[in-house]
């Protein structure tokens, strides 16, 4: 079940390229599942991803200060209390009329400005009009993004914001790390060092067990063209009762640089070949986008059964640049 493998293991050694991909969390198939869920829930947006815009088309770079002529404290004046996230459509108020976010205002039993009472709830329209004539800065901001966007359109931007901070790449792992890319592979030798590491663009990623119950996820670095890629084979019940594997190759690195490389996955033997393309994708967007979209290479079990062996499967991994 557990592999020798240490972080950083090279597959010099290891003649034909072949390396166990490390099995991560298969222990237990509800906590797989339930980690799993708590990725997708991490970038659920799914739709907008598009390949590589960060922005809506209508988005405009301004200064966090707002357009030219416009003073800069009519924004903060949209400034929640409580979290300083901006309060934006619906605006509601307290009696004494104060405004605080409807996030915060949801875990809050009175208004944090004069402690009066937050309910009944009252909506202030002319606030809202005029948030509607306003640019509002990313809310990473603060981490170099330099756009301002109509209010409708900042969740869908900040879904995508290429400054928004990366999360643990791993899935299947309940590991609430986030922080900068160059932070990403340090933190993958710190914290997940069974994950075994292959060098070169032409490697076998070898799952093993992959009859084993539930949820499961297989992991494995390879890294070449002086860069680091996750391959992630998951099983997984997408559809009740019908139990399906997804494998994708995500990138270290942005989804500008993803755009430089192309991977190929590849079943072979007994006379039959499983062959998927794609552009990696970014870690940024993560394993559980990739299998919700099935923008990965998917099979059932029965077809997983005909390219295994002895419950093991090898899949070829080759990473090009294009
Ligand atoms: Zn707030
Ligand atoms: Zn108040
Ligand atoms: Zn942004
Ligand atoms: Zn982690």
């Given at each position: 079940m557990?592999?020798?493998?240490?972080?950083?293991?090279?597959?010099?050694?290891?003649?034909?390229?072949?390396?166990g991909?490390?099995?991560?969390?298969?222990?237990g198939?509800?906590?797989?599942?339930?980690?799993?869920?708590?990725?997708?829930?991490?970038?659920?947006?799914?739709?907008?991803?598009?390949?590589?815009?960060?922005?809506?088309?209508?988005?405009?770079?301004?200064?966090?200060?707002?357009?030219?002529?416009?003073?800069?404290?009519?924004?903060?004046?949209?400034?929640?209390?409580?979290?300083?996230?901006?309060?934006?459509?619906?605006?509601l108020?307290?009696?004494?009329?104060?405004?605080?976010?409807?996030?915060?205002?949801?875990?809050?039993?009175?208004?944090?400005?004069?402690?009066?009472?937050?309910?009944?709830s009252?909506?202030?329209?002319?606030?809202?009009?005029?948030?509607?004539?306003?640019?509002?800065?990313?809310?990473?901001?603060s981490?170099g993004?330099?756009?301002?966007?109509?209010?409708?359109?900042?969740?869908?931007?900040?879904?995508?914001?290429?400054?928004?901070?990366?999360?643990?790449?791993?899935?299947?792992?309940?590991?609430?790390?986030?922080?900068?890319?160059?932070?990403?592979?340090?933190?993958?030798?710190?914290a997940?060092?069974?994950?075994?590491t292959?060098?070169?663009?032409?490697?076998v990623?070898?799952?093993?067990?992959?009859?084993?119950?539930?949820?499961?996820?297989?992991?494995?670095?390879?890294?070449?063209?002086?860069?680091?890629?996750?391959?992630?084979?998951?099983?997984?019940?997408?559809?009740?009762?019908?139990?399906q594997?997804?494998?994708?190759?995500?990138?270290?690195?942005?989804?500008?640089?993803?755009?430089?490389?192309?991977?190929?996955?590849?079943?072979?033997?007994?006379?039959?070949?499983?062959?998927?393309?794609?552009?990696p994708r970014?870690?940024?967007?993560?394993?559980?986008?990739?299998?919700?979209?099935?923008?990965?290479?998917?099979?059932?079990?029965?077809?997983?059964?005909?390219?295994?062996?002895?419950?093991?499967?090898?899949?070829?991994?080759t990473?090009?640049?294009?």
């Amino acid at each position: 079940m557990s592999r020798p493998s240490s972080a950083g293991a090279v597959g010099g050694g290891l003649g034909a390229g072949k390396a166990g991909g490390g099995k991560h969390g298969g222990s237990g198939g509800t906590a797989a599942a339930a980690a799993a869920a708590g990725v997708s829930s991490g970038s659920s947006s799914g739709s907008g991803f598009g390949s590589g815009s960060a922005a809506p088309a209508s988005a405009v770079s301004l200064p966090p200060a707002g357009l030219p002529g416009q003073p800069p404290e009519l924004t903060a004046l949209f400034e929640c209390p409580v979290c300083f996230d901006y309060v934006l459509p619906p605006i509601l108020q307290c009696q004494a009329g104060h405004l605080v976010c409807n996030q915060c205002r949801q875990k809050l039993s009175c208004c944090p400005t004069c402690r009066g009472p937050l309910s009944p709830s009252i909506r202030n329209l002319a606030m809202e009009k005029v948030a509607s004539t306003l640019p509002f800065p990313c809310k990473y901001s603060s981490s170099g993004c330099l756009l301002s966007l109509h209010h409708s359109e900042k969740p869908d931007h900040e879904e995508v914001c290429e400054f928004r901070p990366y999360t643990c790449p791993c899935p299947g792992a309940s590991c609430k790390w986030h922080g900068s890319l160059e932070a990403v592979m340090p933190h993958l030798m710190h914290a997940h060092k069974s994950i075994t590491t292959l060098q070169g663009e032409d490697i076998v990623f070898l799952a093993t067990d992959i009859n084993l119950p539930g949820a499961v996820d297989w992991v494995m670095m390879q890294s070449c063209f002086s860069h680091h890629f996750m391959l992630v084979l998951e099983k997984q019940e997408k559809y009740e009762g019908h139990q399906q594997f997804f494998a994708v190759v995500l990138l270290i690195g942005t989804r500008k640089q993803a755009e430089n490389f192309a991977y190929r996955l590849e079943l072979n033997g007994n006379r039959r070949r499983l062959t998927w393309e794609a552009t990696p994708r970014s870690i940024h967007d993560g394993v559980a986008a990739a299998i919700m979209n099935s923008d990965c290479l998917v099979f059932d079990t029965s077809v997983a059964h005909l390219f295994a062996d002895n419950g093991n499967l090898g899949i070829n991994v080759t990473i090009s640049m294009c």
